[in-house]
């Protein structure tokens, strides 16, 4: 995958090896600002998707989805 979706899912990668490696070092407190930025990269390849012309936009939602009540109770809400 390329374009700014692939540079997303880059992004995440990284970022959830390194809250994995936080976690296995016992810094959870650093992992708040990589969760976020992966709940935000997540959010913009979906209203990507969504905009996309063609297949893109007909695709079924994903079947599982991010209960936005639970991650904004932890993390800081996303920018709008």
């Known amino acids: 995958i390329g374009g700014v979706t692939g540079h997303l899912l880059e992004q995440n990668a990284r970022a959830f090896e ?14 708040i600002n990589l969760f976020c930025r992966a709940r935000d ?3 913009a390849i979906l209203n990507d998707m969504k905009d996309m ?4 936009s007909q ?12 991650a904004d109770s932890i993390l800081p809400t996303p920018p709008q």
Not at 53 to 56: L, N, V
């Open 18 to 31: 390194q809250i994995t490696t936080n976690l296995a070092a016992y810094r959870i407190l650093e992992n």
């Open 41 to 43: 990269n997540i959010f």
């Open 53 to 56: 012309p063609g297949i893109m």
């Open 59 to 70: 695709m079924p939602p994903l079947p599982v989805m991010i209960n936005e009540n639970l």
